[in-house]
T-cell receptor
Framework: QKEVEQDPGPLSVPEGAIVSLNCTYS??????FMWYRQYSRKGPELLMY????GNKEDGRFTAQVDKSSKYISLFIRDSQPSDSATYLC?????????????FGKGTRLSVIA | NAGVTQTPKFRILKIGQSMTLQCTQD?????MYWYRQDPGMGLKLIYY???????DKGEVPNGYNVSRSTTEDFPLRLELAAPSQTSVYFC?????????????FGPGTRLTVL
């Protein structure tokens, strides 16, 4: 079982739809959970992060973590064509030293106008 | 600030050739990383550095070498290129290297080995 599982899609939705992107993980030591957005032929950029369980909202984006189920989600409300990108979940744990990120494979999203 | 810059943007190599992928950051970050991204496979960490003169292996270091002589630069060296090294390579940097510390990525180098 891979440490982080993410459905690669592609996912195609009409403009204005609510989008749900998800990752599951196996390592219960993960404490920080991130979502990176990657536009075509660009490097990833951090979209949101959450610590431990709970929800975090930023404009049209909501990140949700359920540590009991080892499941994280990213919701996009009122999706726009500009949201078309690949979304990568990433997670890591707490130590005193460097903590490398473990990435999911990414989900490719297309929002159709 | 230019952020993280990478050169070249594209490169085609023949099997057995070698090359250096350049990475420079102007944010005075201590931590720098090299990833490769294969289609549908996510990002895999090749090497990372916690400061000038200090480097360590990531998940997939075989076939690569790195050096870090300055805070700004973190070149990745490919010796004896193989088709399995065809990928998109991303360099990234971060201030602290821990937890939710944001990693800032460069635009990538697309490498094809024929």
């Amino acid at each position: 079982q891979k440490e982080v599982e993410q459905d690669p899609g592609p996912l195609s939705v009409p403009e204005g739809a609510i989008v749900s992107l998800n990752c599951t993980y196996s390592n219960s030591a993960f404490q920080y959970f991130m979502w990176y957005r990657q536009y075509s032929r660009k490097g990833p950029e951090l979209l949101m992060y959450t610590y431990s369980s709970g929800n975090k909202e930023d404009g049209r984006f909501t990140a949700q973590v359920d540590k009991s189920s080892k499941y994280i989600s990213l919701f996009i409300r009122d999706s726009q064509p500009s949201d078309s990108a690949t979304y990568l979940c990433a997670m890591t744990w707490i130590t005193s030293g460097n903590t490398p990120l473990v990435f999911g494979k990414g989900t490719r999203l297309s929002v159709i106008a | 600030n230019a952020g993280v810059t990478q050169t070249p943007k594209f490169r085609i190599l023949k099997i057995g050739q070698s090359m250096t992928l350049q990475c420079t950051q102007d944010m005075n970050h201590n931590y720098m990383y090299w990833y490769r991204q294969d289609p549908g496979m996510g990002l895999k960490l090749i090497y990372y550095s916690v400061g000038a003169g200090i480097t360590d292996k990531g998940e997939v270091p075989n076939g690569y070498n790195v050096s870090r002589s300055t805070t700004e630069d973190f070149p990745l060296r490919l010796e004896l290129a193989a088709p399995s090294q065809t990928s998109v390579y991303f360099c990234a940097s971060s201030p602290k290297g821990q937890g939710a510390d944001t990693q800032y990525f460069g635009p990538g180098t697309r490498l094809t080995v024929l």
